[in-house]
């Protein structure tokens, strides 16, 4: 299982643009693309809290966050398609399907943009599963999208393995009980992880292939 947003894709840029876009829409000052990518990991609904949170140093109502909640899908509808894979990706899942491993996409984004973003940069047809942050009723850091993904394998939940980079998927592999990798390259909210918080830290995606083929 391997999760979406700076695991498999740089979407900061492009989440960033919407996020301004709303913003800018509600008379508020736009924020640095780095804060931006600071508030990725929980979902939109969490990252458009964030950003109104700072832009009107206050918690926002629910009032506000219906007007803002379309401003921002609105806007990233038309650019999440534009986001890159990280380097080396593909041949990273070229090389874990050779092997005879089955690949599930794990996300906490939202369906309507996982499908278009994933056929977009290509990845798509590596997955046998794609499971989205509306496809059950709870996300990371929830276990239910690994249980799940799970027994769409018909494998044990300890035998599988989740590769992320934020504490979110850490938190969701441990709540889950299977194994976990993270990768540093991500959005982990300023937080730096610890060896002994997970089962490898690894440098990309493709060095996972031979600690799970051991």
């Keep these: 299982?391997?999760?979406?947003?700076?695991?498999?894709?740089?979407?900061?840029?492009?989440?960033?643009?919407?996020?301004?876009?709303?913003?800018?829409?509600?008379?508020?000052?736009?924020?640095?693309?780095?804060?931006?990518?600071?508030?990725?990991?929980?979902?939109?609904?969490?990252?458009?809290?964030?950003?109104?949170?700072?832009?009107?140093?206050?918690?926002?109502?629910?009032?506000?966050?219906?007007?803002?909640?379309?401003?921002?899908?609105?806007?990233?509808?038309?650019?999440?398609?534009?986001?890159?894979?990280?380097?080396?990706?593909?041949?990273?899942?070229?090389?874990?399907?050779?092997?005879?491993?089955?690949?599930?996409?794990?996300?906490?984004?939202?369906?309507?943009?996982?499908?278009?973003?994933?056929?977009?940069s290509q990845l798509l047809p590596y997955f046998d599963v794609v499971v989205s942050g509306d496809t059950l009723k709870k996300k990371k850091p929830d276990p239910d999208q690994i249980i799940y993904i799970c027994e769409q394998f018909g494998i044990p939940v300890n035998e599988s393995l989740l590769i992320g980079d934020s504490k979110t998927d850490v938190e969701a592999a441990r709540n889950a009980g299977c194994y976990v990798f993270t990768v540093p390259y991500g959005y982990n909210q300023g937080y730096s992880m610890e060896i002994g918080a997970v089962d490898a830290l690894i440098d990309h995606i493709g060095d996972a292939v031979e600690l799970i083929a051991t």
Excluded at 28 to 57: D, M, S, T, V
Excluded at 80 to 88: F, I, L, T
Excluded at 89 to 99: D, F, G, S, W
């Design 1 to 120: 299982m391997i999760d979406l947003d700076g695991t498999l894709v740089h979407t900061a840029p492009e989440i960033a643009q919407a996020a301004n876009h709303m913003l800018a829409a509600m008379g508020k000052p736009q924020l640095a693309a780095e804060q931006i990518q600071g508030f990725i990991g929980e979902g939109a609904q969490i990252l458009i809290k964030r950003c109104l949170n700072h832009a009107y140093k206050a918690e926002p109502t629910s009032e506000l966050l219906a007007k803002a909640q379309p401003l921002f899908f609105e806007a990233y509808a038309k650019v999440v398609a534009e986001s890159q894979p990280y380097p080396n990706v593909i041949e990273a899942l070229i090389a874990i399907k050779a092997a005879g491993f089955k690949l599930a996409c794990i996300t906490n984004k939202p369906e309507a943009f996982t499908l278009p973003l994933l056929k977009q």
